[in-house]
């Protein structure tokens, strides 16, 4: 054991009444709900780069984190992985999420870059034995070092591409090793800063190879995991090909992929891209689409991607409600891909924050439960489109009627439909019942 959760016991359950700051209050991880423990519905893991690897930076500021691995290299990447495993069992979660870059120190070769890796993920291995823990996905980290200023499968450049290659076969070898569950694309800048340098289908023509690539491989080495695109619409890039849900559907299907990959879900990324929420995991689900989540907030006064622990369970409500329509995540969970604020220097502040985001996330999954097994929610949508069940509706969707044959229908029928109201008040305080 290291000292630097020193004092700190493991959060456990106490009730909504706690007074405790170190305790559930809505999270019980042994609860069933709709015939599931609540810790199979969410499903949480822990982010390795927010939690142990973020220096407390913003755009303006540097490091304000004063943590003891730190420039420390390998021994440093060492005391971290002890430090994170006594996290997982402090705040008593089953799963986490590494970029490779989170857990050993780039070398200065990509050789001494993997051969770090390996060292780490072997001890991290050890550990995942001893504690029973388990790898919710993997990723490499493609867009901090500077040789990724213009991309990394759509860099011009294709030894940018080759070295980007090499780096994703080690990590996802050995997120597979590990028995993670997912590995996870996000394309920091696959994107482009201005259209003045940029040829946007040779760039994406490169993104698609590469992304086959990577799925030729998981298959080759027997990764029974999914693979997942994270979309995000801009920063770092001015403009990412990856913007939301329906732009990496429509990226996929160019090029005959949207089969093999599904899409893991960030709040944030959804709000910088002018949605909500619950509007990325509706369309990801319509698509087939929705593989894992990354759960947090962004704050609406800033323009950033700011990653705020999740507190609005109103919101999560919504979001599980699609969630639990889909029959669940399946292999994918929801990963904190949140951070203390920069002011919060204490370690015990990285267990308030996790305490707050598993609590919201367990109140919202109730909120959806209560409200699917009332009945009324489901039963207004369905009656608002019934009309597609039967006579004309039906006979349009099941491809009956031409134009000509509608537009004769509409007369000799004397068709002449009023508005009805859509409910949307009604609808906003039925949901608030539940929350």
Request: overall charge negative; aromatic content about 10%; proline content about 4%.
């Amino acid at each position: 054991m290291t000292d630097f959760f020193k004092g700190l016991n493991q959060v456990k359950y106490e009730g909504p009444t706690s007074k405790n700051p170190l305790a559930y209050r809505h999270y019980n991880k042994d609860e069933v709900i709709a015939g599931k423990r609540m810790e199979d519905h969410i499903r949480p893991a822990i982010a390795y780069w927010h939690t142990f690897a973020q220096e407390g930076g913003d755009p303006f500021g540097g490091r304000t984190f004063d943590r003891p691995w730190f420039d420390k290299g390998m021994d440093g990447a060492k005391l971290k992985a002890d430090v994170a495993f006594e996290f997982f069992n402090l705040i008593d979660v089953p799963f986490f999420a590494f970029h490779d870059v989170d857990v050993s120190p780039e070398g200065a070769t990509l050789e001494e870059s993997n051969k770090n890796l390996r060292v780490i993920g072997d001890i991290i291995a050890q550990k995942m034995q001893q504690t029973g823990k388990k790898l919710l996905w993997g990723t490499a980290n493609l867009f901090s070092n500077r040789r990724y200023m213009a991309g990394a499968a759509t860099n011009p450049d294709p030894e940018v591409f080759a070295y980007a290659a090499g780096q994703v076969k080690a990590v996802l070898e050995l997120t597979n090793e590990l028995g993670g569950e997912n590995y996870v694309l996000w394309g920091g800048r696959e994107g482009y800063e201005t259209l003045l340098n940029t040829k946007i289908g040779q760039e994406q023509d490169q993104m698609a190879r590469f992304l086959t690539l990577v799925i030729e491989h998981a298959e080759k080495i027997g990764f029974k995991g999914q693979i997942l695109i994270e979309p995000k619409p801009q920063e770092p890039s001015k403009h990412q090909y990856d913007y939301d849900v329906a732009t990496v559907y429509g990226f996929l299907q160019k090029y005959g992929l949207e089969k093999k990959v599904k899409c893991n879900i960030e709040v944030g990324h959804a709000f910088l891209a002018g949605h909500s929420f619950e509007h990325e995991l509706a369309v990801a689900s319509s698509l087939g689409m929705l593989g894992s989540v990354d759960a947090n907030r962004n704050d609406l006064q800033s323009g950033w991607d700011t990653d705020h622990f999740p507190n609005n369970a109103g919101e999560m409500a919504l979001a599980f409600y699609y969630i639990l329509k889909q029959g669940g995540l399946g292999k994918g969970g929801f990963n904190f891909d949140a951070k203390v604020r920069r002011q919060s220097l204490d370690p015990a502040d990285l267990l308030h924050g996790h305490i707050l985001g598993l609590d919201t996330l367990a109140r919202g999954l109730k909120g959806a439960v209560a409200l699917i097994e009332d009945g009324e929610f489901d039963k207004l949508l369905d009656d608002r489109y019934a009309g597609w069940n039967s006579g004309i509706g039906k006979d349009i969707l099941d491809g009956k009627l031409s134009l000509a044959d509608i537009a004769a229908r509409v007369q000799s029928d004397n068709i002449n439909p009023q508005p009805r109201s859509g409910r949307q008040e009604y609808l906003e305080n039925l949901v608030n019942r539940f929350v």
